[in-house]
């Protein structure tokens, strides 16, 4: 049988790399776990609006900012985009820009962001809400797209459905 040796050296250094792309594969795995477990521990802790500017007549951008308890590893938010419900109603959808979280500390943001009223919802709405001067009834939907890593290599999805706005005031 002729070419065997060589076809057999091909296979144990194939092994040998199918073996450390394996262990690199756990290792990975184990790190992205051992940081990731924390990750469901990270909390918004206050929301408050620095600055509202309307752009026209259906949106507004503004300077949001968030109280943020991080016990897990430094990562960036690169985008969070959201709806926001009254009563089931859709009000308006938001879209901000990236901020980048520090690890293991609690600490407040600004994050600026743009507001857009939602079809079939008009700036009457939204002022017979603010008249009423109570959060209760409004909810949101936020999906947020994180950067695990300085270089964004590891990406990973949030979605948050029905949080509760009025959470946020002190009573």
């Known amino acids: 049988m002729q070419g065997s040796p ?3 050296h091909y296979l144990c250094i ?3 790399l ?4 394996f262990i690199l594969c756990a290792v990975v795995i184990g790190l992205t776990a051992c940081g990731a477990s ?6 918004l802790t206050s929301v408050g609006v620095s600055y509202v500017v309307p752009t026209s007549s259906r949106s507004m951008d503004a300077k949001l900012i968030l109280g943020i308890d ?3 590893m430094a990562f960036t938010v690169q985008e969070v985009a959201g709806t926001i419900r009254y009563q089931d109603k859709e009000l308006a959808h938001f879209v901000t820009g990236p901020v980048s979280l520090e690890a293991k500390c609690e600490k407040q943001y600004e994050l600026p ?3 857009s009223l939602a079809e079939g919802a008009s700036l009457l709405d939204i002022l017979v809400i603010a008249s009423k001067r109570s959060l209760e009834g409004l909810k949101a939907d936020v999906d947020v797209q994180a950067a695990l890593k300085k270089n964004g290599a590891l990406r990973a999805p949030f979605k948050f459905k029905d949080i509760d706005i009025s959470q ?4």
């Open 113 to 115: 962001c743009t507001v």
């Open 6 to 8: 060589e076809i057999f």
């Open 14 to 16: 194939s092994m040998k």
């Open 18 to 21: 199918l073996k450390r792309i």
């Open 168 to 171: 946020f005031t002190s009573k």
């Open 38 to 43: 924390k990750i469901k521990d990270i909390s």
């Open 70 to 72: 991080n016990p897990a």
